[in-house]
């Protein structure tokens, strides 16, 4: 862990694809995920030794609704709290941008309803996780 950075930044579009790959998640096409990522309102990206190998980032209108997305952490790094240092960041990022009823929304698998439990979002039942600030 002693070269691992925790950086405020875009991935490249190639990072993103690596690290989509990494987890099995779909990938998607090229020049949407380029918008997409330039669409984002905020990134993180976590290297090792400058490699990428881990990221969260937030989707939103930047006051009053956010959404989480794309937290990976690649499998030979899990385990080692660098998802939760990742949602340490973009939940302080939330909550120095945000109004009070802010609507911050995910969507994860049941499994991981500690991990999001921790940063104070409910599961609904469905799976799509909330938290309101206030
Ligand atoms: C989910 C993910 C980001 C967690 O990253 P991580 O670095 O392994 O997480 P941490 O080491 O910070 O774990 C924090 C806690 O969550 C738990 N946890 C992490 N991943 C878990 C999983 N897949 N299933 C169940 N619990 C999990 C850990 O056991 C740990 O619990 P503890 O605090 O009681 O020890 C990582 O497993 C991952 O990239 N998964 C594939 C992509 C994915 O599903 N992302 C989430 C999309 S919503």
């Known amino acids: 862990m002693k070269n691992i950075k925790i950086i405020e930044r875009k991935p490249s579009v190639e990072e993103y694809i690596k690290l989509r790959n990494s987890v099995g998640w779909k990938i998607l096409q090229h020049d949407k995920i380029e918008k997409g990522l330039d669409n984002s309102i905020y990134c993180i990206c976590v290297e090792d030794q400058d490699n990428i190998i881990g990221l969260g980032r937030i989707i939103g209108d930047g006051g009053t609704v956010f959404y989480i997305q794309d937290i990976i952490v690649v499998p030979s790094y899990q385990k080692q709290k660098i998802g939760t240092l990742i949602m340490t960041k973009l939940m ?3 909550d120095n941008n945000c109004i009070n009823e802010a609507i911050i929304g995910l969507i994860a ?4 309803d500690k991990f999001y439990k ?5 599961n609904n039942q469905n799976n799509r996780f909330y938290r309101y600030n206030g």
């Open 92 to 94: 302080e990022y939330i």
């Open 118 to 122: 921790k940063f104070g979002f409910t």
């Open 109 to 112: 698998i049941s499994e991981l």
